[in-house]
Structures are given as C-alpha cells and as structure tokens.
C-alpha cells in the first residue's frame, strides 16, 4: 500500500483559492485549512470516512477492549518482546490487523492507506501523553495494558476516537497540501524545500490542535455498539456510520477556524 502524492488537487475555482495562500509569505495555517475544506466535493469527503477507514478505527478500539479483557498481548505481531518497546509492538500489531482486514475486505483506498498511518501515530501519541510513563521507548507493557483499558472502562471511547480523528485528518490535509506545495517551491513565499516543509509542519500541528478539541462524547455509545458487532463487514459499516459524524464534526470545527 502507498499513498502517491503527485496528482494535482483539482482546477476547481475553490482549489485556487488554496493554491493562492502559497504564494502568501507566512500563511494563516488555519485559513489554509479553512479553504480546504471550502474545497472538498462530496465524493472525497466521502472517501474520507469509506470503510478503510472506519476498519482503522475499528482496531484503535480494539485496543482498549482487548486491554480490558487483560489480553491485550494478543494484538502483538508474533513473537513480539513485550519487555522491549511494547508501544511500538502494538502500534505494529494494530496496523498489521487493520491492513489484514483491509486486504480480505477489499478495502483499500488513498484514505485507508492514510488512515493505516494514523493508526500507527494514534498509539505513539496515545503512549507520550501518559503521566509518569516515561514516553514512547520506556513505557513498560502493564502500564500500557492499564492505560489502555481505562478508555474503555471509565466510557472514553470517544476520547480514543478523538486522537484517531486528529491523526487522521493531519496525515489527510498534509496529503491534500503535498499534491500542490511543490509547485510554489522557488518562489518568494516558499524560497526553498525546507520551507515548504515547515509550512506543512504548521498546517498539520493546526490542524491537530483544532481537532482535538471537538467534542465527541455523544458518540460512546454508539461506538461501543459497532464494536459489539461480530461480522467485519457489519462492524466495519455501523463504525463507518457514526465516524462519518465524527468527521463531519471535525471538518466544521476547521472550516469555522479562519473565523474563529
């Protein structure tokens, strides 16, 4: 799997209105962000919660039901060292499920291979902002189990699907930014490769901070009900149903950015 970047966005009126903000020195990130989600056609916000996707999520959840259950060492890959940098065990277990299940489904698409990204980029997160866990390398495997379980146990899935979302839609935008940036690379607002980088650096880290603070506690219940469903094919759409809300929640949280 592998998401390309070198198709062109689209020539829309509403793309150009993207593609003017490179050639602004020093850009408002969350204007950038506003105006791409001005430009989104149904279609790609569509594709942006299509089942590859919701599957992803599917197996962050896991990760705190599972935890839960006190086997949360059955979503390591095999024979995985539990005693050695078990966070990057799980981030590997995780996604090796998700594209597993994306594969026997036929699930892939651009966004589901994005979506596999954040998968992986949710549990590093998820492990950094543990209190007292001493980070990503040295959080042991209890620890771990524990902090994981307790999203399921005190009703917080929705926080878990919270981080997914923020992870998502960064790897999504940078996507979005990548297919166009290079093309400004030489100009006076982006003299150089590494501005263009740190431009989409700043766009993602918005974009992050933007997301994380929709609220999405109505959505626990729900959640906890797709998950229950035994058929990937019927947890794989009721999760597709409510992150479509999730999403959808999400993108009007930063089209209302550039006001805010």
Request: hydrophobic content about 40%; glycine content about 8%; overall charge negative.
């Amino acid at each position: 799997m592998g998401t390309s970047s070198s198709q062109r966005s689209p020539a829309t009126p509403e793309w150009e209105r993207v593609r003017e903000l490179y050639l602004q020195p020093n850009p408002n990130p969350a204007q950038m962000l506003a105006r791409i989600v001005a430009a989104l056609d149904s279609d790609t916000r569509a594709g942006m919660s299509d089942p590859g996707v919701a599957c992803c999520l599917g197996h962050l959840l896991d990760g705190a039901t599972v935890a839960a259950t006190g086997k949360l060492s059955g979503l390591y890959p095999s024979g995985a060292d539990l005693a050695h940098a078990p966070v990057i065990g799980l981030a590997s277990g995780l996604r090796q499920a998700a594209e597993q299940d994306i594969v026997v489904g036929q699930l892939a698409s651009r966004f589901s291979d994005l979506a596999l990204d954040a998968l992986g980029t949710s549990v590093l997160d998820i492990a950094e902002s543990i209190p007292g866990g001493g980070g990503i390398l040295r959080l042991d495997y209890t620890h771990l189990t524990d902090h994981m379980a307790s999203y399921y146990h005190q009703n917080r899935l929705h926080d878990l699907t919270q981080t997914f979302l923020a992870h998502d839609l960064d790897h999504v935008f940078r996507h979005f930014v990548a297919r166009d940036i290079s093309d400004f690379v030489g100009t006076e607002a982006l003299p150089t490769v590494t501005a263009s980088s740190v431009l989409q650096d700043r766009i993602a880290h918005t974009c992050r901070i933007i997301t994380a603070g929709v609220d999405l506690s109505g959505t626990e219940a729900p959640f906890r009900e797709a998950i229950a469903q035994h058929s990937l094919e019927h947890r794989t759409h009721a999760l597709q149903d409510v992150f479509r809300y999730t999403l959808d929640s999400g993108l009007a949280a930063l089209a209302d950015a550039e006001v805010a």
